[in-house]
């Protein structure tokens, strides 16, 4: 089975600050992740999907890049909002896994 | 605007059978593209694929659950199940129905999700 591994799993930052996860999957998964944010008690939320793309509604401070094995999420300005935990994500039809999350907090 | 929304009971006795719920409304659960899955999380935990079920009663599972788990749908009712068998403390979590866009491969719409407590 393909592993995902986030990294890191805890990132301290400020409000502003751009902020860069790292997801690694076992094998290619050509563009196939996508990424979620998840506050304390809620569900998660889609951001992006097949690698780069934004879903809607999402502001456009959040950015996907990536292909193969490895892939980034960037926030470019850190904002109140945005301190929760980020999901990576590959599905296939048959076939699902999570990175283990990161977790981004107050500095 | 779809939304789907989970029930089930709160509290499973080992080893008994976890049984949940998924009802979709806003949009037809037999709508082409659209996989209907479960998602876990333990306490403080990261998040789990269980499996996913398509409207023809396809399903795909997670192999880590082997042969404890199934999931069927029943369109009529506009609703899709998972079943998990033997449950111990470690099934102990917030469980997620979610749709899942086949274009996507991305779980799109989910449930607020419902808490399950596996004890005694």
């Known amino acids: 089975d393909i592993q995902m591994t986030q990294s890191p799993s805890t990132l301290s930052a400020s409000v502003g600050d751009r902020v860069t996860i790292t997801c690694r999957a076992s094998q290619s998964i050509s563009s196939w992740l996508a990424w979620y944010q998840q506050r304390p008690g809620k569900a998660p939320k889609l951001l992006i999907y097949k690698a780069s793309s934004l879903q809607s509604g999402v502001p456009s401070r959040f950015s996907g890049s990536g292909s193969g094995t490895e892939f980034t999420l960037t926030i470019s300005s850190l904002q109140p909002d945005d301190f929760a935990t980020y999901f990576c994500?590959?599905?296939?039809?048959?076939?699902?896994?999570f990175g283990q999350g990161t977790k981004v907090e107050v500095k | 605007q779809l939304q789907v929304e989970e029930s089930g009971p709160g509290l499973v006795k080992p080893p008994e059978t976890l049984s949940l719920s998924c009802t979709v409304s806003g949009d037809s659960i037999t709508t082409s593209g659209y996989y209907w899955g479960w998602v876990r999380q333990p306490p403080g935990k990261g998040l789990e694929w269980i499996g996913s079920v398509y409207h023809s009663g396809s399903t795909y599972y997670n192999a880590s659950f082997k042969s404890r788990v199934s999931i069927s749908v029943d369109t009529s009712k506009s609703q899709f199940y998972m079943n998990l068998k033997s449950v111990t403390a470690t099934d102990t979590a917030v469980y997620y129905c979610?749709?899942?866009?086949?274009?996507?491969?991305?779980?799109?719409?989910w449930g607020r999700g419902t808490m399950v407590t596996v004890s005694s």
């Open positions: 979610a749709r899942l866009l086949a274009d996507l491969r991305a779980f799109d719409i």
């Open positions: 994500h590959h599905y296939t039809s048959y076939f699902g896994a």
